[in-house]
């Protein structure tokens, strides 16, 4: 796999951020591919997902890439939707997941590959964007709960893939069944925005945690949702097995 080669656009207040190795993307195309309303008149929008905003599913060239806006969760999100403090590229939430799913591509873990981001700033404010390539052929686990049960090698298979991350250190900030992807018999991780590289420490044992409250919400909530107690023995053993 190529390594990343991080190269820059800027168009009066947008900056842009694209991996140079992709080789069938030109240069000033980048900044079209962040617009939805141009992607539906190509037509190449092959599927979009809802979470905390619309998902653009899409193919330019032989890249199948996907296209999230970065939106506030919460009460301050209900107000200011998309506007976020500050002005600097570097510091950025875009930009600084941009740099951590670089490092993802550089450990080997299973989590997409960045393409590109867009920063379009403001008096003292900014708005951002994030495209990935697509993780092809894989379901959120939520989804797959709402269907069938999981099997107990899946869920260790999960256990396990976690421990990766927390090994090298990544917290992953909202570690829950939308976020976790099965793509036949491998794991992935996606949505990275407030991730973290931290030293070893009580976090791993709290963020497991937090994935078991989000998967009981989701059993309280959905008429239907396969997951049981031997469910989340058996990631805890795919876990502590690495």
Known sequence: MKAIDELRLQRDTEQIVYDGAIEDIQPEIWPRLFDPEFLRENRVVTATAEGRGPAYFFTWGSNKLVLRHYLRGGLLGKVVSDRYLGGSLESSRPYLEWKLLGKLVELGLPAPRPAAIRLCSGAGFYRGDLLTHEIEDATPLGTLLQQAQLAEKSWRAVGCTIRRFHDHGILHSDLNAA??????????????????????????????????????????????????????QSLQEGYNAV
């Open 179 to 232: 976020n976790i992807l099965i793509q036949n018999e491998k794991i992935f991780l996606i949505d990275f925005d407030k991730a973290e590289v931290r030293d070893p420490g009580p976090w791993k044992n709290a963020n497991l945690e937090r994935l078991e409250r989000s998967l009981n919400k989701w059993l309280r909530q959905e008429k239907t949702f396969h997951f049981t107690t031997s469910d989340w």
